[in-house]
């Protein structure tokens, strides 16, 4: 399951917002050990006070989903990490936006500014066909 989790390059991120209304949203991410990364780049937005951010403020549980679908169906896999995210503070997030440009060329032509947040692994669980 880490394995697959650490090849996928894109996840999706489920976090909680008002009235408990799930909010899923897919990011680009790095893992490093038990802690996953993700930060708000230069993509268009329609603003950048994202549901995301006020999620994690109020409430830090997430989930984090990478899948594979595949019409011949022995070959499904799917892997979830529960977790606790924060939004790193200045100064807190070099290393992760670093991890970022590793993994995507397109973070190396514009590195993100935006808030980075760091999700802490609390479980990771999985299934293939």
């Known amino acids: 399951m880490r394995r697959r989790l650490a090849e996928a390059r894109v996840a999706h991120l489920a976090t909680v917002g008002p009235g408990s209304r799930p909010h ?3 990011i680009t991410f790095a893992l490093d050990g038990d802690t996953i990364y993700f930060a708000v780049d230069a993509k268009p ?5 994202l549901q995301r951010l006020r999620n994690i403020a109020a409430n830090p549980a997430v989930a984090v989903l990478v899948d594979h679908y595949d ?8 892997v979830r990490v529960d977790g606790h995210a924060r939004v ?3 100064g807190r997030s070099d290393r992760a936006v670093d991890l970022l440009m590793d993994r995507y060329a397109q973070y190396r032509q514009a590195r993100p500014s ?8 609390d479980r990771i669980s999985g299934w293939s066909a």
Request: glycine share 8%; proline share 11%.
């Open 88 to 90: 790193l503070g200045p």
């Open 71 to 78: 019409e011949d169906w022995t070959r499904l896999w799917w």
């Open 45 to 49: 937005k329609r603003t950048t006070d």
């Open 24 to 26: 899923i949203v897919p």
């Open 114 to 121: 935006g808030p980075v947040v760091e999700i802490s692994v």
